[in-house]
């Protein structure tokens, strides 16, 4: 499509390296136009095809799985229902059993205790013929028993009595068969039978009551040999790898094609997932991941008649191994594709990369200086037209370097001579700004100076104002201190003349007080008086009494009057006692209070001459606050006056300050403008600098260019 491009004018032709080419290309695929066009046909080409081929072995894959699932389960169910059918006819039969007049004959005469051993041992081989009626027809049937509930009977079997049977009612079931009231318990496999069978069996156990009495007297265990199952299960087959189980609602194998896992725990991932409490029927299919075969297909239907679970697997890898055929053909188009994509790549790195990495040549040639390096194009499209674009570019470069080289070197002159006169200016500048530099230093510390004497007086303006208020506080306080002594001399007076009242008071007291002493003394006198006479009395009555009783029967009533007498007397005698003791306890008191009286006497004297010593004191305090408030007065206009003077000084600093500000300021403001005139010019004369340097620098590298 394109051959090439050829250089001119001056330049010679070259060929192309094709091992360069291809070198440079791919050393670097993020700057090269061929490559990426070359990786992107080819990773399109293979993630298209592998993404289809993917696409459909994943479709293929799960419509098989999905087919499988649905056959599968419908093989389950239909093999659940083969054995579920089976089961029920052994369900049937042992109702058949336990109704059965001939045996339910036999054994209600083998209940009666008058019946000889003779006769027992024929009710006995009727029940064993009944039995065999049931078991000799059926190979599936190994044995059924008749378990009587009382431990004291034999149990019969259709094979014959069975005496060594006695752990059958140690069995669960035994226990669960008793209380079912009449229905029928499935008895999980037996790896050994009942009694020793040859093979495993599994059972079905019903209680059998007495007609008459309602009570369940034995159970009929019929023992099912383990290849009931196996003979439902001939013929079923889920595909290679794949088994089927039976296990029972406690997650126990009841049929395996493996005897030793027989009753054991089957794994958890075979157990299909019911929620405790769900009692309803249990039928589905499932995908799991099995232990130890990888991915798995679980199909499982629980069987009506016993509860238990039909449960098939297969592995997932068996059934879509024929989707595998889709993906290897997947990979084998892939490989195809990449081939197919690869050619197209390399056709497009000769169309497209091959011209422009002429083009790039070329154009690392103009960048080295030789601006007369053209190309021919040959073609129309877009490479062509990149050709004659890079011809008119390397054409207008040609003459922008030409114009550039004469603006050189015309700018050289000019900067010359910018650079003498930048100079010159700032050597002017720089004497300017000292200048003015040292003005605005004196501006400066004479508005510091201004600033420190305003602080000052508006520090003195302050403390003034504090003496003004300490003053006021002062007048305050002395006015209240001179109303305190005026009052205080005031109760002085006061309390002196109640001290020379309390004091008068105390010697009348005194005065009384001997005064009652000496009542007391005539009192105690009386009573001495009265106490004699009380004697005297005593005796009178004591003299009547003698003469009373000298006189006889006519004395008599003289006698009772001298006794009363002297009652009287005793009892004068007992009350001036009394008076006696009280007077004397006054007299006490009252020696006690003279005595009081006379140590208070003294205080009271003392008390006087200290109030009087403070009336005094009192009286000279408020002669000397009346001078004080005198010389306060004085003190006070001083202040006044004293604020007025520094009121006009604190504003005449304020201007002084003011100004002093103003200066300063405009002194700075002067020396800033001065400085950046400064630095203007010092950049000024750099830039001079700069562009003479520019000038020579551009002039030199035009110099290197070819036109």
Do not use: C
């Not at 089961?87 to 205790?113: E, G, H």
């Not at 209680?207 to 019929?222: C, H, T």
């Amino acid at each position: 499509m394109f051959k090439g491009l050829k250089r001119v004018q001056g330049t010679t032709s070259r060929k192309v390296d094709w091992k360069s080419l291809v070198s440079s290309v791919f050393q670097n695929p993020s700057r090269s136009v061929g490559t990426k066009l070359f990786l992107v046909f080819v990773i399109s080409i293979i993630v298209f095809v592998f993404s289809v081929g993917m696409i459909s072995y994943l479709f293929s894959k799960n419509a098989i799985e999905d087919q499988a699932s649905k056959s599968n389960y419908q093989t389950m169910i239909q093999a659940a229902q083969k054995i579920d059918l089976q089961l029920t006819q052994f369900n049937n039969m042992t109702m058949q059993i336990m109704f059965d007049p001939n045996l339910t004959a036999s054994l209600k005469t083998l209940k009666d205790n008058q019946l000889s051993a003779y006769e027992k041992i024929q009710s006995t081989e009727a029940i064993t013929k009944t039995l065999q009626t049931y078991s000799v027809g059926n190979p599936l049937i190994e044995n059924i028993y008749l378990i009587p509930i009382d431990p004291k009977r034999n149990t019969m079997a259709a094979l014959g009595i069975r005496s060594k049977l006695d752990d059958l009612r140690k069995q669960p079931w035994f226990e669960e068969a008793t209380k079912s009231n009449g229905q029928s318990i499935w008895v999980d496999t037996m790896p050994k039978g009942v009694d020793k069978a040859p093979e495993p069996t599994f059972g079905i156990a019903r209680p059998m009551r007495d007609l008459n009495s309602g009570m369940a007297e034995y159970i009929v265990l019929m023992e099912i040999r383990l290849a009931t199952f196996q003979k439902s299960l001939d013929g079923i087959n889920l595909g290679e790898g794949s088994t089927v189980q039976v296990v029972n609602r406690a997650g126990h194998f009841i049929y395996t094609e493996e005897d030793g896992k027989l009753t054991k725990e089957a794994p958890k991932w075979l157990l299909p997932e019911v929620e405790e409490g769900n009692t309803s029927a249990i039928s589905g299919s499932r995908k799991i991941s099995s232990d130890s075969d990888g991915e798995m297909l679980l199909v499982y239907d629980q069987m009506p008649s016993s509860r238990w679970l039909l449960v098939g697997a297969v592995p997932v890898a068996e059934l879509v191994k024929e989707a595998k055929s889709i993906l290897t053909l997947t990979f084998i188009s892939m490989l195809a594709a990449a081939v197919i994509a690869v050619v197209i790549g390399w056709l497009v790195i000769q169309w497209v990369a091959t011209p422009l990495v002429k083009l790039r040549n070329l154009m690392n040639e103009g960048a080295q200086g030789n601006l007369a390096v053209r190309a021919v194009p040959k073609s129309k499209d877009e490479i062509g037209q990149l050709a004659n674009g890079f011809n008119t570019m390397m054409e207008q470069i040609t003459n922008l370097v030409k114009s550039t080289d004469a603006s050189a070197r015309a700018v050289l002159d000019t900067a010359s001579y910018l650079s003498e006169a930048s100079r010159s200016t700032a050597i002017s500048a720089k004497e300017i700004a000292i200048a003015t530099e040292e003005i605005a230093k004196g501006a400066t510390s004479l508005a510091v100076e201004a600033e420190r004497g305003h602080d000052l007086t508006h520090s003195i303006a302050s403390q003034m104002s504090n003496v003004i208020d300490a003053n006021g506080q002062m007048d305050h306080s002395v006015q209240a201190v001179a109303e305190s002594s005026t009052l205080g001399a005031s109760n002085m007076t006061s309390l002196m003349s109640r001290t020379t009242s309390t004091g008068d008071m105390m010697r009348s007291l005194a005065t009384k007080v001997n005064t009652l002493s000496d009542s007391t003394q005539s009192i105690r006198k009386i009573l001495d008086v009265l106490h004699n006479m009380t004697k005297q009395t005593n005796i009178l009555s004591l003299n009547a009494t003698i003469e009373a009783a000298r006189a006889g029967t006519a004395g008599k009533g003289f006698m009772v009057v001298a006794d009363e007498i002297r009652n009287l007397a005793d009892q004068s005698r007992q009350s001036i006692d009394i008076v006696g003791q009280i007077t004397e306890k006054i007299q006490l008191e009252i020696t006690e209070t003279v005595t009081a009286l006379s140590e208070a006497f003294p205080l009271f004297q003392k008390q006087a001459e200290a109030v009087q010593e403070t009336d005094v004191i009192f009286s000279t305090v408020q002669q000397q606050m009346d001078g004080m408030i005198q010389q306060l007065g004085n003190v006070t206009g001083s202040i006044g006056r004293l604020n007025e003077a520094q009121s006009i000084l604190v504003e005449a600093m304020s201007n002084v300050s003011a100004v002093a500000e103003e200066a300063s300021a405009t002194s700075e403001e002067v020396a800033s403008l001065s400085t950046e005139q400064l630095n203007v010019s010092n950049r000024l004369v750099e830039l001079s600098q700069q562009l003479e340097d520019v000038s020579s620098n551009l002039k030199e590298t035009l110099s290197q260019f070819k036109y």
